[in-house]
């Protein structure tokens, strides 16, 4: 059965080197990058984070680029930020298209002190400061249940193989 | 009513920068850029012109993407190389979901001499060099109408709003 993995977390969690690595792990696969989807409205651009509208139809192009990959029999991954509320509504309209799919939600989750040291290794132009802890907050607020998180705070960058094996195998993360 | 304008041509012929600019024209846009979509593809990936199936895979996946922009209405640009044959696949879909739509197919020329020209003034890294002429005679090959053609090595580059008022206005490029 094929799979749609969502990698979410905050900014500077390793969202990217996460998903791209792990698309490189099947046989056939897409990657789908959520901001780049977001950034195709160019003529009244509003952020998803301002506006109701602008949030679904990001997540409405996600899940039918989801069903288009499933259909043509690759696993499929997406990188962005995502809500237990956008994950719902993603599932509704992936599962009313395909019978046969699995979803899997994993939010990686460092603690505040690794996710500003890492933001501080940066270079200038793409440090976040304090704005990386913004993101943070919003996850924490809109409840998350524990299962989902995966915490790699203590998780070195070498134990990136550990991490795409648990997201595969550790049952937790099936939405 | 909103449109869907799909800017073709070989490489090389100004396909990006006069899509990136039509796009900036309207108050509500979104900007496909093909190229990206087929990348999407991690594992198992094969060139769309060497692949039936990715080929179909792209335009149902630009096809969907379309109708949903042109659903929160929005005027859409493709960027991509679509041959009559993609159109009229492209066509098909986004008539079948949508009542009130305009597809206007505009290929991009300039003559061969012209094209090399512009190859040779990019950076070493970019230039294609006689791999510009491959897509101008797959071009030729396929058969075009020649209504759908727009020559433009004639144009200086400070003509390109010339060109945009020209793509918007001119029927011959209405599909």
Same mark, same amino acid.
């Given at each position: 059965?094929?799979?749609?993995?969502?990698?979410?977390?905050?900014?500077?969690?390793?969202?990217?080197?996460?998903?791209?690595?792990?698309?490189?792990?099947?046989?056939?696969?897409?990657?789908?990058?959520?901001d780049?989807?977001?950034?195709?409205?160019?003529?009244?651009?509003?952020?998803?984070?301002e506006?109701?509208?602008?949030l679904?139809?990001?997540?409405e192009? +996600?899940?039918? &680029? %989801?069903v288009?990959?499933?259909?043509?029999? @690759?696993?499929?991954? =997406?990188? #962005? /930020?995502?809500?237990p509320?956008? +994950?719902?509504? &993603? %599932?509704?309209?992936?599962?009313?298209?395909? @019978?046969?799919v699995? =979803?899997? #939600? /994993?939010?990686?989750?460092?603690?505040?002190?690794? &996710?500003?040291?890492?933001?501080?290794?940066?270079? @200038?132009?793409?440090q976040?400061?304090?704005?990386?802890?913004?993101?943070?907050?919003?996850?924490?607020?809109?409840?998350?249940?524990?299962?989902?998180?995966?915490?790699?705070?203590?998780?070195?960058?070498?134990?990136?193989?550990?991490?795409l094996?648990?997201?595969r195998?550790?049952?937790?993360f099936?939405?």
């Amino acid at each position: 059965m094929r799979r749609i993995y969502i990698i979410s977390g905050p900014a500077g969690v390793g969202k990217s080197t996460t998903s791209k690595r792990l698309a490189e792990q099947f046989e056939h696969s897409a990657y789908i990058e959520g901001d780049v989807i977001n950034h195709m409205v160019v003529g009244g651009y509003l952020p998803p984070w301002e506006s109701e509208e602008s949030l679904a139809l990001v997540w409405e192009n +996600i899940a039918d &680029l %989801s069903v288009n990959f499933v259909n043509s029999d @690759k696993d499929v991954i =997406i990188d #962005y /930020v995502a809500f237990p509320s956008d +994950i719902e509504k &993603l %599932s509704e309209k992936v599962h009313s298209q395909l @019978k046969q799919v699995e =979803i899997i #939600y /994993v939010v990686l989750w460092v603690d505040r002190t690794e &996710l500003l040291r890492r933001d501080a290794l940066r270079i @200038k132009e793409h440090q976040m400061g304090d704005r990386c802890l913004a993101l943070v907050e919003e996850f924490e607020r809109k409840g998350l249940s524990e299962r989902f998180l995966y915490d790699t705070t203590n998780l070195k960058e070498t134990n990136l193989n550990e991490i795409l094996w648990n997201i595969r195998e550790n049952s937790r993360f099936v939405y």
